[in-house]
């Protein structure tokens, strides 16, 4: 799933139980993880949710806006919190990451590997490129920012499309 970033109230998790599948039913309730102050008082709503059941194993079976590896089938992360806590920047920041590069990367993880962005994949290497080196004038038609790219997917760099643009990250 890629994630789109929203406000943290659209983020929402979709809670059944492993009983009510196994017996053919997908009942449950779209939650906001936003609306509990931790994962204990989230587990506590899930559990309230399916006071039908003695011992609830909760199954989480779906999610949206909500970065890769914060949320499995059977697992909810106690660091969604912080990331419901950062700024949009930073949760769009570490979202791309964790969808492109790395599902259980962190936010100094992203911020060590990003490079910038631009509209292009072609554009953002002649642009980081650019500080790092002077080109003559005379030379700079003569670079074919398509093969730069190719090559520096091979050193390891991600090019991940989002929103419209290419932001970069380098392997750490």
Request: proline letters at 2%.
């Amino acid at each position: 799933m890629t994630t789109t970033i929203t406000a943290a109230s659209q983020a929402a998790i979709y809670v059944g139980t492993y009983a009510k599948y196994n017996n053919g039913s997908i009942e449950g309730k779209w939650l906001n993880p936003a609306d509990y102050a931790d994962r204990d008082d989230f587990y506590a709503a899930c559990a309230e949710l399916h006071a039908d059941e003695s011992d609830p194993e909760f199954m989480f079976q779906d999610f949206e806006c909500i970065p890769e590896g914060m949320v499995s089938e059977s697992h909810v992360d106690a660091e969604l919190w912080d990331w419901l806590d950062m700024d949009d920047d930073d949760k769009e920041l570490l979202s791309v990451y964790r969808d492109h590069v790395d599902s259980d990367g962190t936010l100094e993880q992203a911020r060590d590997a990003y490079q910038g962005r631009a509209r292009t994949a072609e554009d953002a290497v002649e642009e980081i490129f650019g500080e790092c080196y002077t080109i003559p004038r005379e030379l700079e038609s003569y670079i074919d920012w398509s093969r730069v790219v190719r090559d520096w997917e091979c050193d390891g760099f991600t090019f991940a499309r989002h929103d419209g643009e290419v932001i970069v990250f380098r392997a750490v």
